[in-house]
């Protein structure tokens, strides 16, 4: 039986994006997916700029960004259209070295990543073939699948599985976990369309609409696609919603017939879940599979690669031995324990939103319940850290943005998947590093100093991840940090003096 490092069963965005990582590292990994084609109608249509930091180094982030459109924010409106909240997102390149936020066709996305993946060797992927069982041996997982072109069972085996198999995963029911429920499950009426030509009027911004009878959202997707969200009552049938001379009808406030084609309707039952256990032995969860999310934050796809960016190295290390035993153990729960708490916040965030969008429509309700700026009726994006894991000390666990190096390339053009030491120059001097680590100092990037007046430190060690594993203010400190620095997923013979 063939045996691989790692066998990822789905091949949506989250099981494409880990098999890229993995991949890049070395690992021999298959994925294994039950469909021909990824899903060819839009689901995401937003991605953020910590995604766009994980696309940079899976190799798409160039070829993405002329595929997507710009966002100026969320606006929420009564049935007046009288503004109650304002959430505009920053124009321009951010500390992640990308814009804040991006609206894209989720379609485009999965194309690129299936087809850069297919240029790496290390990568084997399976269509068309239907996971039907995983069984934890111990030291390895065996899996059968169905090649469904050839009606033929097959069996593989692989140091890990992960389950990227999306809402009705089959990993998951063989961890046996239970779901943690924010009580959110609501009928949504999804309509995209093509407009003919454009059609100026309808606005850049994604708009929210509070009526409490009719909640809807409108989004601005590239070109000339634009969605909308409208919620389903009770006593509506699915199916009678969903039919076109109605679509119009729900659409006329904004369209008519004639100004836009119909790519596709759908009623959709969002959740809000989040498994209990992401982890069972050799088994392990990530993206939809874990957690599902209303799409009020656009953020379902989102955590999926957070997930992915979190849990990559750690198999990698693992995979390659250089961390075993009950020190690998113990790595591979910091997953859980880190990314649980970080999807917990967004997930609840956008459940408090759309409870909001559905009932209130008062100003006073919004500017309450959501993360304003205090005694402004502007909303502010969430960051989250992680939950607790691998980091040391209060300031672990912090996305850290990307300094632009002093020849204007960005760090993890040069240092991806490493760990990095980001530190003023004073502390750096004389500093020890294991090899393969990098070092980015103020000098090398005089960009370096706002990142570490961010987070207000004097110097940082960070993850492959690139969150913070810790922050230091003198030499000591420092050194201290650098020792509980595992050994870097990629292969290097010197520290990277950058
Ligand atoms: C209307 C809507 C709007 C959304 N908007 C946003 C947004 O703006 N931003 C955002 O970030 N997210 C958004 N999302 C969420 C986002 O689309 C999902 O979170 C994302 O697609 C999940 O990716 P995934 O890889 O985890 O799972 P999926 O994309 O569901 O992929 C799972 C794959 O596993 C395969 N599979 C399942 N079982 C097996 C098996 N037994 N054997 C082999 N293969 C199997 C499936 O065929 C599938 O291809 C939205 C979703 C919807 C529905």
């Known amino acids: 039986m063939k045996q691989y490092d790692v066998a990822i069963v789905g091949y949506g965005p989250a099981g494409a994006t880990l098999a890229h990582l993995l991949g890049q590292c070395g690992l021999d990994v298959i994925v294994l997916e039950r469909e021909t084609a990824a899903y060819h109608l839009p689901r995401a249509v937003h991605f953020d700029a910590e995604v766009m930091r994980v696309f940079q180094w899976v190799g798409i982030a160039d070829a993405m960004e002329p595929l997507t459109a710009r966002h100026p924010g969320m606006r929420f409106v009564d049935r007046?259209?009288?503004?109650?909240?304002?959430?505009?997102?920053?124009?321009?390149?951010?500390?992640?070295g990308w814009r804040a936020n991006?609206?894209?066709?989720?379609?485009?996305?999965?194309?690129?990543?299936?087809?850069?993946?297919?240029?790496?060797?290390?990568?084997?992927?399976?269509?068309?073939?239907?996971?039907?069982?995983?069984?934890?041996?111990?030291?390895?997982?065996?899996?059968r699948f169905e090649d469904m072109s050839r009606g033929k069972v097959e069996r593989i085996a692989a140091k890990y599985v992960v389950g990227c198999d999306g809402a009705r995963s089959i990993v998951r029911r063989y961890i046996e976990t239970g779901m943690e429920d924010y009580g959110f499950h609501e009928r949504w009426l999804v309509i995209d369309v093509v407009l003919n030509k454009d059609k100026p009027e309808l606005g850049d911004h994604s708009i929210?609409?509070?009526?409490?009878?009719?909640?809807?959202?409108?989004?601005?997707?590239?070109?000339?696609?634009?969605?909308?969200?409208?919620?389903?009552?009770?006593?509506?049938?699915?199916?009678?919603?969903?039919k076109p001379e109605r679509v119009w009808e729900l659409l006329s406030p904004w369209l008519k017939p004639e100004e836009a084609v119909l790519e596709r309707t759908a009623v959709?039952?969002?959740?809000?879940?989040?498994?209990?256990?992401?982890?069972?032995?050799?088994?392990?969860?990530?993206?939809?599979?874990?957690?599902?999310?209303?799409?009020?934050?656009?953020?379902?796809?989102?955590?999926?690669?957070?997930?992915?960016?979190?849990?990559?190295?750690?198999?990698?290390?693992?995979?390659?031995?250089?961390?075993?035993?009950?020190?690998?153990?113990?790595?591979?729960?910091?997953?859980?324990s880190e990314r649980k708490p970080n999807a917990r916040e967004y997930i609840t965030t956008a459940v408090r939103l759309g409870g909001l969008i559905n009932t209130c429509g008062t100003e006073a309700a919004l500017r309450a319940a959501l993360p304003t700026a205090s005694g402004s009726a502007r909303m502010e994006s969430i960051a989250p850290p992680i939950g607790p894991?691998?980091?040391?000390?209060?300031?672990?666990?912090?996305?850290?943005?990307?300094?632009?190096?002093?020849?204007?390339?960005?760090?993890?053009?040069?240092l991806k998947h490493r760990f990095v030491v980001v530190a003023e120059q004073a502390l750096a001097e004389g500093l020890s590093l294991p090899s393969g680590v990098g070092l980015v100092t103020t000098?090398?990037?005089?960009?370096?100093a706002e990142h570490l007046a961010r987070l207000d430190t004097r110097a940082v060690v960070l993850r492959p991840d690139r969150h913070t594993l810790g922050c230091a203010d003198t030499p000591e400190a420092l050194a201290a940090l650098v020792a509980h620095i595992p050994l870097n997923p990629v292969e290097s013979q010197e520290p990277e003096m950058i």
């Open 80 to 96: 007046d259209g009288n503004l109650l909240l304002d959430w505009p997102r920053p124009p321009g390149i951010g500390p992640q």
């Open 102 to 143: 991006y609206r894209f066709h989720q379609p485009d996305l999965e194309k690129l990543l299936r087809e850069r993946l297919a240029e790496m060797k290390t990568v084997t992927v399976r269509t068309r073939a239907d996971v039907f069982f995983v069984e934890d041996q111990g030291d390895r997982v065996e899996l």
């Open 208 to 242: 929210q609409y509070c009526v409490p009878e009719r909640p809807a959202t409108y989004v601005r997707g590239p070109g000339l696609r634009r969605r909308w969200e409208i919620t389903v009552r009770p006593d509506e049938d699915s199916a009678a919603i969903a």
């Open 268 to 336: 959709y039952v969002f959740h809000s879940l989040v498994a209990d256990h992401w982890r069972k032995g050799r088994l392990l969860l990530a993206g939809d599979a874990c957690h599902q999310t209303p799409p009020f934050m656009g953020q379902g796809m989102c955590a999926g690669t957070r997930d992915v960016a979190n849990l990559y190295w750690k198999l990698a290390l693992v995979c390659q031995d250089k961390v075993r035993g009950a020190d690998a153990e113990r790595l591979l729960d910091t997953y859980e």
């Open 389 to 414: 894991g691998l980091g040391v000390g209060e300031k672990a666990g912090r996305l850290f943005g990307q300094p632009r190096l002093a020849d204007g390339r960005l760090m993890d053009d040069l």
């Open 443 to 448: 000098v090398t990037s005089p960009d370096a």
